[in-house]
T-cell receptor
């Protein structure tokens, strides 16, 4: 069974500074994908970044980067140059990658609340 | 193009009543998922449809919960004899193609059982 752990309490960061949101995972699957989603107070789930377990390089998407450490089973999200609009809940999630190409469910962590201070 | 839509956006019902929640996925997306998010919690997987394959119902919490997907498009999640612990936001997502594709989420239906 897959498990995602997000244990940080509410996080605070000063505007324009960088922040790291922690995520550790556990799985016996050899192939998997790791995702980060943002959920602002409006409730929508916004996809941020994806990392495949066999990807050689850490994923980056604009101000978002994923610090993937496979041996430690961690997939921390780094947000650079924080903006006030980054204040939201952030969820780490995992999916088993099935070679047949079929999709499979996402397993989510409990989330981390990030507040950006002006 | 249009994203995933869900209706209603809010539903208040009395304990013991049945409710139906609707999801319209992105056109052409073969996979459709239902999740549940209780207050302050992460998302809990409920059920997954992929094309014409039998759905993965492994996340449904009880036999009061069921879902259908008609014509490979619209899906309806039905909760019978609702209980107060069913109160949550029910999110639908769809995706397509290879397994690593992101899931596109709808805005959710907030269900309140009095």
């Amino acid at each position: 069974a897959q498990k995602i752990t997000q244990t940080q309490p509410g996080m605070f960061v000063q505007e324009k500074e960088a922040v790291t949101l922690d995520c550790t995972y556990d799985t016996s699957d050899p192939s998997y994908g790791l995702f980060w989603y943002k959920q602002p107070s409006s409730g929508e789930m916004i996809f941020l970044i994806y990392q495949g377990s066999y990807d050689q390089q850490n994923a980056t998407e604009g101000r978002y980067s994923l610090n993937f450490q496979k041996a430690r089973k961690s997939a921390n999200l780094v947000i650079s140059a924080s903006q006030l609009g980054d204040s939201a809940m952030y969820f780490c999630a995992m999916r088993e990658i099935i070679k047949t190409g079929a999709n499979s469910k996402l397993t989510f962590g409990k989330g981390i609340t990030l507040s950006v201070r002006p | 193009g249009a994203g995933v839509s869900q209706s209603p956006s809010n539903k208040v019902t009395e304990k013991g009543k049945d409710v139906e929640l609707r999801c319209d996925p992105i056109s052409g997306h073969t996979a459709l998922y239902w999740y549940r998010q209780s207050l302050g919690q992460g998302l809990e997987f409920l059920i997954y449809f992929q094309g014409n394959s039998a759905p993965d119902k492994s996340g449904l919490p009880s036999d009061r919960f069921s879902a259908e997907r008609t014509g490979g498009s619209v899906s309806t999640l039905t909760i019978q004899r609702t209980q107060q612990e069913d109160s949550a936001v029910y999110l639908c997502a769809s995706s397509s193609g290879a397994s690593y594709n992101e899931q596109f989420f709808g805005p959710g239906t907030r269900l309140t059982v009095l």
